[in-house]
């Protein structure tokens, strides 16, 4: 692709950002399900057994938001609903059909800052619920009765988080083109006009 | 361990049959009679003195609570209650606390450390602290609020109902100290039957109310009590009326577990579905003709 055919679309900054928070994911994921799941317990063995598992996942997690707030605080002007995601959800069986023309979807179209609110809010629970049920650190504080409350909000919201990330990972794969915007910081002007028309305008101006 | 790791029914974060290949051994069980008991610490002392813990020496809070606490190194505890019946009367209620040995054990279902905990063919709910990863779930799935965590090296301890005694014919070492005869070991059914014959004698004595303390919200228990009041078990310091595990536990351990997992593997599957269905989204020579003619 020759440079006159680029928009770009990542700063530097903000694919290391990106990179940071996913693999501070994966890290904590693995490490996470091995405690929700018996059928994952061996991913501990990457960790270095169960104990260390249970002792990093803690501070992977805790990385993690952290890294997650620089995200927030990049992206979170460009997550606000318009009147144009509302169109968008109406046609989302045009959207996974291929069939997206027409649509006039702005930097980011509804699926992402639907998946971009789902991590915010999730991540913000797992931290809460994180640190009540931290040992041996911050869990002795708590009443056991919380205890419990806050060990099911936090696999739950990890369910949630993680499902979000699969979408997340298919959509990136299955629209072409998007991954080297997170890898090389642009995309072709071709695909911004088909998949973010208004982003498309507003940059060519 | 030893012989009785044969007869393991079952073991935490297991999804296969544990070792048990003698299938039926009889269940055992402690009887705690608190009509009888003078609360003289000699369990407690036994205790310490058998499995070789010692506590570090705290202050006395005012009580005969001493110490006032189950602890990583102490694993049972006398706990004192000033109960004033009807009619200006003044009862002094003493209850040896420590693991229950449920039959439905939320400590196990909790643990995500295969075989840190277990339970036994005889009944016995036993941490084997080499495997414990020091979470500390099974204190959010104990409805009797019984494992502590060390701070000495992070792993879970609770009374073993001496696992190691029991398994070469012995009692445990709290039954072997009482001087009363307040505690009473053997088979679960022996255990019940005697039982009967305290509450009977109970009743005749004016405690109406005397029962049997063997929580079936737990599936039954390996340590029982024999209540005076059996009405009011939370009167012998909190000791629940009607406990169970927690539905949270149950629906963190029961429904989730698999439901999620199955959850994660249908998305993976959907996308990959959909991909070989429907293709994917690719920006086309079309596109890119329409972008060069706007430009101009
Ligand atoms: S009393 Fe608590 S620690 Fe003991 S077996 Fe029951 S659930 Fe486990
Ligand atoms: S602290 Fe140990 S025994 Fe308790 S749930 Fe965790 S791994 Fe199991």
Avoid at chain 1, 5 to 31: C, G, K, P, T
Avoid at chain 2, 55 to 68: E, R, S
Avoid at chain 2, 134 to 142: E, P, Q, V
Avoid at chain 2, 169 to 184: F, M, N, Q, R
Wanted: aromatic share 10%; net charge positive.
């Amino acid at each position: 692709m020759n440079a006159a055919d680029r928009i770009s679309r990542y700063s530097s900054q903000e694919r290391a950002n990106h990179w940071m928070v996913a693999l501070l994911f994966v890290l904590a994921a693995l490490s996470g399900l091995a405690l929700f799941h018996p059928a994952f317990f061996f991913l501990s063995d990457f960790f270095g057994g169960g104990t260390w598992d249970r002792i990093l996942h803690p501070f992977l997690g805790v990385l993690m938001f952290l890294s997650f707030l620089g995200l927030m605080a990049r992206f979170w002007s460009h997550n606000r609903y318009t009147p144009a995601d509302r169109e968008w959800l109406k046609r989302i069986g045009d959207v996974l059909g291929n069939r997206e023309e027409g649509l006039d979807t702005g930097k980011y179209n509804a699926g992402q800052k639907t998946l971009f609110w789902v991590m915010v809010v999730t991540t913000i629970l797992l931290l809460i619920s994180g640190v009540i049920i931290w040992q041996p650190w911050f869990a002795p504080y708590f009443p056991i009765a919380l205890l419990r409350v806050a060990v099911v909000v936090h696999s739950l919201s990890a369910w949630v988080l993680i499902a979000g990330i699969f979408v997340h990972i298919y959509a990136a794969i299955w629209v072409k083109g998007t991954v080297r915007a997170m890898t090389r910081g642009y995309v072709s002007r071709a695909w911004a006009k088909k998949h973010h028309p208004a982003w498309y305008r507003e940059i060519g101006k | 361990m030893a012989s009785q790791s044969l007869d393991i029914a079952r073991r935490s974060a297991t999804t296969t049959q544990p070792p048990n290949v003698r299938g039926d051994v009889p269940k055992v069980a402690k009887l705690i009679d608190i009509s009888k008991c003078i609360g003289c610490k000699a369990c407690q002392a036994a205790c310490m003195e058998w499995n070789d813990y010692r506590d570090k020496v705290g202050t006395c809070n005012g009580t005969y609570n001493n110490p006032p606490d189950l602890d990583a190194d102490q694993w049972t505890v006398m706990r004192f209650t000033e109960y004033e019946p009807e009619g200006g009367k003044l009862e002094w209620l003493i209850r040896k606390d420590g693991c229950m040995h449920c039959a439905d054990p939320g400590c196990l279902k909790a643990c995500p450390a295969p075989g840190a905990i277990v339970q036994y063919g005889n009944g016995i709910v036993d941490f084997h602290e080499e495997h414990c990863i020091g979470c500390g779930y099974c204190i959010t799935g104990c409805p009797f609020d019984i494992p502590r965590l060390s701070k000495k090296d992070g792993k879970a301890y609770k009374c073993t109902l001496c696992s190691d005694r029991v398994a070469v014919g012995l009692e445990p070492a709290c039954i072997k100290s009482c001087p009363t005869g307040a505690l009473v070991f053997g088979t679960k059914d022996d255990m019940i039957h005697h039982a009967e014959g305290r509450i009977a004698d109970l009743n005749s004595r004016g405690f109406a109310q005397a029962a049997l303390y063997d929580p079936k919200g737990v599936g039954g228990t390996h340590v029982m009590y024999v209540l005076p009041h059996g009405d009011k078990p939370e009167i012998y310091d909190r000791l629940p009326k009607d406990p169970g595990i927690s539905p949270w536990v149950s629906v963190w351990k029961g429904v989730t577990k698999p439901i999620l997992g199955l959850g994660l593997g249908v998305i993976a599957l959907g996308g990959f579905i959909h991909y070989v269905t429907k293709g994917p989204n690719e920006a086309d020579d079309e596109d890119a003709k329409e972008d060069k003619h706007e430009r101009r």
